[in-house]
């Protein structure tokens, strides 16, 4: 993991220690909740930014990012993920998170006008496991093609787990949560926390 800490004094700073501030409020478990901001906008009244509910381990299950499912729309199980592995994560606070925020992209988000930015925060208490990383690529790359490779998307996974980014053993099997990449950050309030960026930008 990174070892560079440095200040944040992004105006996204307020959101993102209010999001932390959520998932913590649920204590024991695995958290995650994903902001969707449009352009910026960071008012998250449903119509030009999205705030999913706080969404915990075992709320997940919905097929597109199960890695599970042969349904259409679904995404396969990438190469590196086991199916034990896939199916143990399959419910984890990731995925239903990842497709609340997809649904209202798709259907809200796509139909805002002269879109140029769409920046997601993937929130959680701990980083995401190796199956649900591959689910945030899936999702990046989904956000893309919903606007056709016209517009700037930004996939932010933030943590504050300071222990992330550690191989644990899960039922058997080795997975690492959070990234060894990630960036350490401190917000101008004193909060610390950890971001992963995947990023794609449309050519000029």
């Not at 999001?19 to 969707?36: N, R, S």
């Not at 075992?58 to 042969?70: C, D, K, P, V």
């Amino acid at each position: 993991m990174s070892t560079s800490t440095p200040h944040s004094h992004d105006p996204l700073d307020q959101v993102v220690v209010q999001a932390l501030t959520d998932v913590h409020a649920q204590h024991q478990g695995l958290f995650t909740q994903v902001l969707v901001m449009v352009d910026s906008d960071v008012s998250f009244d449903d119509a030009n930014s999205y705030r999913t509910a706080v969404k915990a381990a075992g709320s997940g299950g919905e097929e597109r990012y199960s890695l599970t499912s042969a349904s259409k729309g679904a995404h396969p199980r990438p190469s590196g993920i086991s199916a034990d592995e896939a199916r143990l994560s399959s419910r984890d606070s990731e995925v239903a998170a990842l497709q609340d925020a997809y649904d209202w992209i798709e259907g809200q988000g796509t139909q805002l006008q002269n879109v140029r930015t769409i920046h997601v925060l993937v929130v959680s208490n701990i980083g995401p496991c190796d199956a649900c990383k591959k689910r945030l690529e899936y999702f990046c790359d989904d956000v893309v093609r919903l606007f056709d490779k016209h517009v700037e998307v930004m996939v932010d996974s933030v943590y504050d787990t300071a222990a992330a980014g550690t191989t644990m053993n899960r039922s058997g099997f080795d997975s690492t949560y959070g990234y060894s990449g990630a960036t350490a950050c401190t917000t101008a309030s004193g909060k610390k926390f950890w971001r992963l960026r995947q990023e794609f930008r449309p050519k000029s």
